[in-house]
């Protein structure tokens, strides 16, 4: 008990006030990962870094981690993915790979992507939110700190979300920036990771849709003059807010530490989780979705190419690059043959 109490009495003497600026630099690239979609944060470590990192490559869209490539079933125009959003459509729509096989999620929508809704990363956004405003509030009352580490909690609350207010507006830009689909046509998309993937995704815009290869190409990703205006004023406020930090008093600076700890695990949570749907601002008809399975990957492209005529013929090349078995290759000449339903 003593050991413990001396350990204590230790840390609370010792003051990390002058490693907060270090710290928060660190985790960009976690972070970075947890902002692929953005919302509201709470204060964490890594935004800084992930500032810089924005200026430094002048986009806003967060690189995308496991490639994938959208194909037109129409054209047969294959193309590799840049899109953060996409990425999240595939991966949160991804069957259990032990199961083997393939299966193809096939989404419709008619409408054009818009805001995005709640979902369990941005409710447990705004729950580290409140818990850190409430801590940094309450504690000063009861004795603990003072209202230097609820200062810079409050601060750092709203540079993080400044700056994630100005990641979603860049992303609805990139949404809006994807050429509509006209009415009474309609535009079938293939999202696959290729040859060995158990999943893939078939989104179906129809007319009043975007077309999804727009999104993939990542062409509005790019910083603007304003977004690029926001970001350098808030890293000089980033500036001043981590100068005050090295003047915290010891309990202060370890409070401030407290705080971003759980800012860190809400921002591990959101980069582990694929996001999905609305939370990504697409409006899918549930009602017509559908998901064709099978434990045989050509059994499964058959089947995808009866529901929707042209998907299995699309990725047939990508999942069987070699040659087909003859009874193989005599059902899918027939099915080239067969007259297209109007």
């Known amino acids: 008990m003593n050991h413990a109490q001396t350990i204590l009495s230790r840390l609370a003497e010792a003051n990390p006030s002058a490693a907060i600026p270090a710290l928060m630099v660190l985790g960009a690239d976690v972070l970075n990962r947890a902002q692929s979609v953005p919302g509201a944060s709470p204060l ?19 690189p995308v981690e496991l490639p994938c490539t959208v194909i037109n079933t129409k054209s047969g125009y294959a193309r590799t993915n840049r899109s953060p959003i996409l990425e ?20 419709y929508t008619s409408e054009r992507p818009g805001r995005p809704t709640g979902d369990a990363v941005s409710s447990a956004a705004l729950s580290a939110i ?20 609820a200062a810079v909690t409050a601060v750092g609350t709203f540079l993080t979300n400044a700056a994630g207010f100005i990641l979603r507006r860049q992303q609805q830009k990139e949404l809006r920036s994807a050429r509509a689909v006209p009415e009474k046509r309609r535009d079938v ?7 060995g993937s158990s999943e893939a995704v078939v989104v179906v815009s129809e007319g009043g849709g975007v077309r999804i290869e727009d999104l993939a190409a990542g062409r509005a990703s790019g910083l603007g003059v304003a977004a690029t205006a926001g970001i350098v004023v808030l890293l000089f406020l980033w500036t001043g807010l981590l100068a005050l930090t090295t003047t915290l008093g010891s309990v202060d600076a370890w409070l401030v530490l407290a705080q971003c700890a759980i800012g860190a695990a809400h921002t591990v949570f959101a980069a582990k989780t694929w996001r999905s749907g609305a939370a990504l ?34 990725l047939l090349p990508i999942y069987f690059p070699g040659k087909l078995r003859p009874e193989e290759e005599l059902w899918w000449a027939e099915r080239k043959q067969a007259p297209k339903a109007v």
């Open 44 to 62: 964490t470590i890594g935004w800084p870094g992930l500032l810089v990192g924005l200026l430094a490559r002048n986009r806003t869209s967060a």
């Open 88 to 107: 999240h459509l595939l991966r949160s729509h991804g069957s259990d790979p032990s199961r083997g096989g393939l299966a193809m999620t096939f989404l």
């Open 130 to 149: 409140a818990m850190q405003l409430a801590v940094a509030g309450i504690l000063p009352i009861l004795g603990v700190g003072s209202s230097d580490a």
């Open 189 to 195: 998309v293939c999202i696959t990771s290729g040859n």
């Open 281 to 314: 601002g697409f409006w899918f008809a549930e009602e017509k979705k559908k998901v064709v399975r099978a434990e045989k990957v050509m059994e499964a492209l058959m089947k995808a190419e009866e529901f929707e005529p042209g998907v299995g013929s699309t």
